[in-house]
């Protein structure tokens, strides 16, 4: 059997070791665009804050047998040949496909003069360019276009190093994605007693170069200084290669329960699909590490041949800003069905219930067992009896009957 994997992310590697384990025999190719050897993600900002001492940490172990070809970037697939073409002019046949190319930082149209100074973090070559106008710059202050997860953690990073940043916010508060108007004002206050500056009700209109740094014009036609523009205004599914096939995507490849695409033996898991909300029971992205590591075994192990079915999702994050644990899961931003807050110092508490079930939360602060939470909700247990708990953060599994009991990754 031959077995292709568009994209060298966690999701496609965990694949390919699964498919090692599974089908010995089976010929594995995984083609990446970068020309790299794949690395994580998701530890970039340790990297630019010196927490992660060493570069060579980045990187991810490749699977054992599989063949890992780099600087191979799919531009088309020919679904009824089983084919695969890449931008270097290569072709690849498969017998069963696995596309997981993950995201890509989207930009908004602005007017840019001069040197690129307008940058986004996703890959690696792109922290090389941030730490690179840092080092040579003499302003240091980094403005940061958009404040959701991405650029709240690349200012996290700053604030390690104590390099002052400016957020420029379109909405009029942080991390409105995923948390309420309160909770965002719990994180705000935290950025800026960490050296962040927030100007909100404004979007950048157009970078001009002036020697080492950058001329900052806003649509108000206020103009501040920075070292470069850091982008982070979320990430759109890598999906353009799609364009000419008959694969169904939404704002991602649409998968069903076997990690199936619209198009027989072509399988997707990861950042690039769209599967289905246990809570909103709608289709919606997921774009989180144990997620497609999740998907991406469930999909390899049905491309040999078993039906393994990948259950409901439900949306998380949980992450570290200016000291303070962030962590949300569900219907967070809004005020729905029965509400529960709580404020105490610098942490704010949020739960929400319906029918006796948790179907969202807010944590900035302390909470004791973060999995306990997902689990009760991607498993709807009753926590009716337990809202004193719940909302203190104290939950824990000994607080529910051992037969419902799962453990759930963050």
């Known amino acids: 059997m031959r077995y292709l994997i568009v994209g060298a992310s966690a999701a496609g590697l965990n694949a390919a070791r699964t498919l090692e384990s599974l089908d010995p025999q089976g010929e594995i190719t995984i083609l990446s665009a970068e020309e790299v050897f794949p690395y994580s993600k998701m530890s970039l900002p340790y990297l630019l804050s010196n927490k992660l001492k060493k570069r060579d940490y980045l990187f991810l172990p490749s699977p054992s047998k599989a063949n890992l070809m780099l600087g191979q970037r799919v531009v088309d697939i020919d679904v009824e040949r089983k084919k695969v073409e890449t931008g270097q002019n290569k072709t690849f046949s498969y017998d069963k496909l696995l596309i997981t190319t993950g995201a890509e930082p989207y930009v908004p149209d602005m007017e840019l003069e001069g040197s690129p100074l307008v940058l986004t973090v996703r890959n690696l070559s792109d922290m090389d360019k941030l730490k690179d106008k840092l080092n040579k710059s003499d302003v240091k202050r980094v403005i940061l276009s958009g404040a959701g997860l991405v650029n709240s953690e690349i200012a996290d990073a700053l604030a390690e190093l104590n390099i002052p940043g400016t957020f420029v916010i379109r909405s009029h508060r942080m991390l409105s994605q995923i948390v309420d108007e309160e909770g965002s004002e719990f994180i705000a206050e935290r950025a800026r007693e960490n050296g ?215």
């Open 196 to 410: 962040m500056e927030l100007i909100t009700g404004e979007s950048i209109a157009k970078v001009q170069e002036e020697g080492d740094h950058a001329n900052i014009f806003l649509t108000s036609g206020k103009v501040i200084q920075g070292s470069c523009v850091v982008v982070g205004k979320g990430v759109r599914p890598s999906i353009d290669f799609l364009e000419r096939t008959p694969i169904k995507c939404n704002t991602g490849i649409l998968v069903n329960e076997y990690m199936e695409t619209s198009v027989k033996d072509v399988y997707a898991a990861g950042d690039v699909t769209e599967s289905k909300d246990l809570i909103s029971d709608e289709y919606e992205m997921h774009a989180l590490w144990p997620v497609a590591m999740e998907q991406s075994r469930i999909a390899a192990t049905n491309m040999v041949g078993y039906s393994w079915k990948y259950p409901k999702e439900v949306s998380r994050n949980i992450v570290n800003l200016f000291g303070e644990v962030v962590f949300t899961g569900g219907i967070s931003k809004e005020d729905a069905y029965e509400v529960y807050k709580e404020k105490e110092g610098r942490s704010y508490h949020k739960i929400l219930v319906r029918d006796g079930k948790l179907v969202g939360f807010i944590f900035v602060g302390s909470v004791l067992n973060p999995g306990v939470y997902l689990a009760a909700m991607k498993n709807q247990w009753d926590v009716s009896h337990l809202l004193n708990e719940a909302i203190k953060g104290a939950l824990s599994y000994s607080m529910f009957k051992a037969p419902m009991r799962e453990v759930v990754n963050i």
